[in-house]
């Protein structure tokens, strides 16, 4: 069955902080990986990664994609507390597998 | 470009009655998902149309559940007769797909909030 496991399931961490989120998956068919923040209201797209060992970075966030060992992780550096929000990993071919999401909260 | 539009935004109603969701998805886009968020499920897709035609509708809880996509254009997901437990936000995304060589990045509309007595 496939399946994506994102980790932790929540964190607290203060302000100015480097958080780290992880994205493993167990699919048939893989073409991409995508990472999406959720905060109040629906999800916003972050990255798509495709390749392995290309970090694509955005600001203060960066992702990177382990195809071996299945894998991808999302860093927030000097985090702020409007990145508060749940990060949502999603993994697929034609159509998207969603993890659970990680929450995250920044405190000030 | 206004995005994915979703109505209504909130929806209370009683157990038994008939509720219908609707969508606008980005013009242009040849790919539309339907999406139920919970609490204790997360995020499930329920239906995926490409090209107007359901591809994969394996997601659906049960027959109660029905989704159209009469044109490019407009969609609705219908619940017929709504429970309690399909209390939920009620996610609408589209995505332009070469084929099915996806997946692509969705735009997920703003969801419809919806509460069965």
């Known amino acids: 069955e496939d399946k994506v496991v994102q980790s932790p399931l929540s964190l607290v961490v203060h302000e100015g902080d480097t958080v780290t989120l992880n994205c493993s998956y167990e699919?048939?068919?893989?073409?991409?990986l995508l990472w999406y923040k959720q905060e109040k209201k629906a999800p916003t797209f972050l990255f798509m990664l495709?390749?392995s060992g290309i970090e694509k970075k955005s600001g203060r966030l960066s992702s990177i994609l382990d195809k071996k060992e299945l894998f991808s992780i999302l860093n927030i550096t000097a985090t702020q507390t409007g990145d508060s929000a749940i990060y949502l990993c999603?993994?697929?071919?034609?159509?998207?597998?969603w993890g659970a999401g990680t929450k995250l909260i920044i405190k000030p | 470009d206004a995005g994915v539009i979703q109505s209504p935004r909130h929806e209370v109603t009683e157990m038994g009655q008939e509720v219908t969701l609707r969508c606008k998805p980005i013009?242009?886009?040849?790919?539309l998902f339907w999406y139920r968020q919970t609490m204790m499920r997360g995020l499930e897709l329920l239906i995926y149309?490409?090209?107007?035609?359901?591809?994969?509708d394996s997601g659906m809880p049960e027959d109660r559940f029905s989704a159209k996509m009469p044109n490019a254009s407009f969609s609705t997901l219908k619940i017929q007769p709504s429970e309690p437990r399909d209390s939920a936000v009620y996610f609408c995304?589209?995505?332009?797909?070469?084929?099915?060589?996806?997946?692509?990045?969705?735009?997920f509309g703003p969801g419809t909030r919806l509460t069965v007595l």
């Open positions: 995304a589209s995505s332009f797909e070469i084929g099915l060589g996806g997946p692509a990045e969705q735009f």
């Open positions: 013009s242009g886009h040849n790919s």
């Open positions: 699919v048939t068919n893989f073409r991409s």
């Open positions: 495709t390749s």
């Open positions: 999603a993994v697929g071919y034609y159509q998207l597998i």
């Open positions: 149309f490409n090209n107007n035609v359901p591809i994969d």
